[in-house]
């Protein structure tokens, strides 16, 4: 099979879940079909071409730039059998080559426009485009692919012109020899955690999504003896920036230990802080399934994060790590919610070990790449035999 994969994020430009899941996909992918990748940037290498914004449109509202990425992307698909795109960023380009070449397109949906209203601070009236780009996209494939089971339901109430039928659930994968257990401690050293104190680790960008005020509010309940490490960058506007920094002033105007990392470290150095965490903590309000907590159990952690989307198919609550509710009315139970949770595993180190060791067993015995791969081949095989 001759598959278009197409991307807003490929290695080295890697910021979110839908990027490591391209990155890990295409891999295991290539010994299966023959894979052209397509995403932003310069340049490229054999089996992927990189495509830059019309400079006419520097400056222009960030939707109408992807736009025109898209329309790059779609013409260059010339001999492909089938195009698989992510996210809304390509979303456009696999519609448009479906149209353009008479192919197939497969959507994977790592989240949904109509569930994530804040992106509007983001884009402003793009926010409109890219939900247009989406749903266009989504109604038209061939199949849709949701990263977990609670996506599905969503695609479909987002989406109820979408037959029940087209709609695949492919889990979300974590490559257990790249994030395991890391002895090490230099990482540690060199941030500057008391290793004689626990803590507990966040990692993601800094977004109404991932919930990050929320773990700022609930982390002033956090047990004194316990520091909190911070891997949290690239705000989506400067006004979350904002807020995100004064809240990191006033919980350091109350507690001593808190580590803020603003710049995106290397996956080797993210392994380390996750491995001798007390545990991960995952506040997100809105997660189709969300790797990280994938990443934090394949080396050995805990993970306490929020019972929304697909985590509660990934962690599994009381065995691998806590699962907090979550009601947007009621943001003060979450927060204290999420302050019980880490302070239980803070106090019972036996606990959050025993818990590591489970969610490391998990990980490995059934979110693997290779099944990913073999799962989404399937795909295209069954729609390219229905044409």
Known sequence: ???????????????????????????????LVDLDVHTWGEGG??????HRAWQALDGANDALRTFSVDLSIAAAL?????????????????????????????????SLEPLRPWKAEQLGGGYALSGWAER????????VIAVSGAMRDDILACYPAIDPARVRVVHNGIDS???????????????????????????????????????????KALDPSAQLVLCAGAPDTPAIGQEFRTLVD??????????????????????????????????????????????AMACGTAVVASAVGGIPEVVDDGATGLLVPYEERDPDTFESGLAQALNRLVDDPAEAARMGAAGRERSRREFGWDTVARRTADVYDEILKAR
């Not at 500057?192 to 773990?215: E, M, S």
């Open 1 to 31: 099979m001759r598959v278009g994969l197409l991307t807003r994020e490929y290695p080295p430009d890697v910021y979110g879940g839908a990027g490591v899941h391209v990155e890990f996909l295409a891999r295991e992918l290539r010994p």
């Open 45 to 50: 290498a054999e089996g992927l071409r990189r």
């Open 78 to 110: 010339e001999g492909r059998e089938l195009v698989h795109s992510h996210t809304w960023y390509a979303n456009l380009a696999g519609h448009l080559g479906k149209l353009l070449h008479g192919i197939p397109h497969v959507v994977t949906a790592h």
């Open 136 to 143: 266009t996209a989504v109604e038209a494939a061939d199949a």
């Open 177 to 219: 020899a790249l994030y395991r257990p890391d002895p090490a401690t230099d990482v540690l050293d060199r941030i500057g955690v008391d290793q004689d104190r626990p803590y507990v680790v966040f990692v993601g960008r800094i977004t109404r999504q991932k919930g990050v005020p929320h773990l700022l509010r609930a982390a």
């Open 250 to 295: 006033e919980l350091r105007a109350t507690r001593d230990g808190v580590h803020w990392i603003p710049q995106m470290l290397p996956r080797t150095e993210v392994v380390q802080l996750l491995t001798h965490a007390r545990a991960f903590v995952c506040p997100s309000v809105y997660e189709p399934l969300g790797i990280v907590n994938l990443e």
